[in-house]
């Protein structure tokens, strides 16, 4: 074929690619995107739909970058919408398809980088709505994928469960999982506008890229097997009878209209949880095995997160376990036995719920907007913490010293424990104050509201 007559069969390819045309065969090929590390190209053997896939991939990179920048959302309609305009419909299928591949790749990256299907959906969260139900698709889609949902450990599978409970609610992931899952489209068929879809598309993929490396608490799915281990479950029938005795008293505490009588029931199951935990420990004192310390992510939802937080620090430091902070995204680590972080985690939930119960009606029970303001309010939390704090180590006191001397080595044994997993996984910590001036108003009325509080727990879901 002479020169002349390879340079007009060019600029024919050339040009129905500009029009979206794709009636030629896909030719064979060598490329990976930069999402699977870089690539190279033989552009000699390059299909017109491979092409604009490499196309597609270098457009998403800009467009990502853009929704990254760019805050004010009117503006960013405004430049998607000109963008999409630009776009064929094959080029338009093209990039879906190309963008939830990226996602897929992010998200294995992120897997390995420390981070779990319940940490995405909260730092999810803290962009909008719809970025949460996008999150929770992808995360489902991809377990579909990568059958995580029959290899996952039980931690790891409660979440995906909750993710994908979460999809379905907003309609994301009806009827059967499709090969590829197309994130753009999906919202569409689930009634976004189109320019919406892929807005929520590119600010969570560029909020996704810009996400730190967490401590690994957990094996990431590429150290699972082909199934699930299973174990044989350890005989716990004492455990499983006290449990189910501190969630009756509980469950009583939480129906009766009467404070006294939640009082008396909350207290005596409180007593009853303090005590399991130290029976526990005292039955492995001797034991050969290691003291067995878990790490659980907490997600601290706004308003006010630093306050809550404190609220969360003062129960771990009473039940025995240390608390780590990452504030830019609020989430918490709590490090201790397994006994002491559920017992955190039901205590905080409980008390998180009456504290907003008593700082709502303490804020409406005056004329004017002071009690409501947000100086009042963080300065109530921040004060019934610290109060709910001293409770809670009063009443462990008083269990522990029925024990006598014998408890000593046996709980220092587990401080020393928990000490040693909290310093490998964060090595480099420091504390940090609030930096917020409180009102002496809403601190006496925070600290009054924790006198009245009842230690009632409730299930900490995963969120």
């Given at each position: ?92 299928r093209i990039l879906d398809e190309q963008m939830s591949l990226r996602f897929m790749a992010l998200l294995a990256s992120l897997w390995e980088h420390g981070w779990q299907p319940a940490d995405l ?343």
């Amino acid at each position: 074929m002479g020169r002349n007559n390879q340079q007009r069969r060019a600029a024919k390819r050339r040009e129905r690619l500009r029009s979206g045309s794709s009636d030629t065969a896909t030719g064979g090929y060598r490329f990976a995107s930069d999402a699977y590390g870089g690539g190279s190209w033989a552009t000699s053997q390059i299909g017109e739909e491979a092409l604009l896939r490499h196309q597609a991939n270098q457009t998403l990179k800009e467009q990502i970058a853009l929704a990254g920048r760019v805050e004010r959302s009117a503006f960013l309609a405004q430049l998607i919408q000109s963008w999409l305009a630009s776009q064929s419909v094959l080029q338009q299928r093209i990039l879906d398809e190309q963008m939830s591949l990226r996602f897929m790749a992010l998200l294995a990256s992120l897997w390995e980088h420390g981070w779990q299907p319940a940490d995405l959906v909260h730092a999810a969260r803290r962009l909008d709505g719809r970025s949460t139900a996008m999150m929770a698709a992808l995360i489902t889609g991809q377990a579909h994928r990568t059958q995580a949902f029959e290899r996952a450990p039980k931690p790891w599978l409660s979440q995906l469960r909750a993710a994908e409970r979460d999809a379905a609610a907003a309609q994301l992931m009806a009827g059967s999982i499709p090969t590829v899952f197309h994130a753009a489209a999906a919202q569409v068929q689930a009634g976004s506008a189109l320019v919406d879809a892929w807005i929520t598309v590119l600010r969570l993929a560029s909020h996704l890229q810009q996400l730190p490396t967490l401590p690994r608490l957990v094996d990431p799915p590429s150290a699972w097997g082909k199934s699930r281990e299973r174990r044989p479950a350890p005989s716990d029938s004492d455990r499983a009878r006290v449990l189910t005795k501190i969630r009756g008293l509980l469950a009583k505490a939480e129906a009766t209209a009467y404070a006294a009588e939640a009082e008396a029931l909350t207290a005596k199951a409180q007593h009853l949880m303090t005590r399991h935990a130290i029976d526990e420990a005292l039955l492995h004192a001797h034991d050969d095995e290691p003291v067995d310390v878990i790490s659980f992510r907490v997600h601290i939802s706004a308003p006010y997160p630093g306050e809550k937080v404190s609220l969360l620090n003062q129960v771990a430091l009473a039940n025995r376990c240390r608390l780590i902070w990452l504030e830019q995204f609020a989430i918490a680590t709590l490090v201790g036995t397994p006994v002491d972080v559920d017992q955190v985690e039901l205590l905080f939930t409980s008390l998180l719920v009456q504290a907003t119960r008593a700082m709502v009606e303490a804020g409406a029970s005056r004329p004017g907007s002071f009690d409501r303001s947000a100086s009042f309010r963080r300065s109530f939390l921040v004060s019934y913490a610290v109060r709910i704090g001293e409770r809670l180590t009063e009443s462990a006191d008083r269990a522990a010293s029925s024990y006598g001397t014998e408890l000593v080595p046996v709980m220092q044994r587990q401080a020393e424990a928990v000490d040693q997993v909290f310093e490998r996984l964060f090595p480099n910590t420091y504390q940090v104050g609030s930096g917020h001036q409180y009102s002496q108003r809403g601190w006496q009325a925070g600290r009054e509201a924790a006198d009245r509080a009842s230690l009632v727990a409730g299930r900490l879901a995963a969120s």
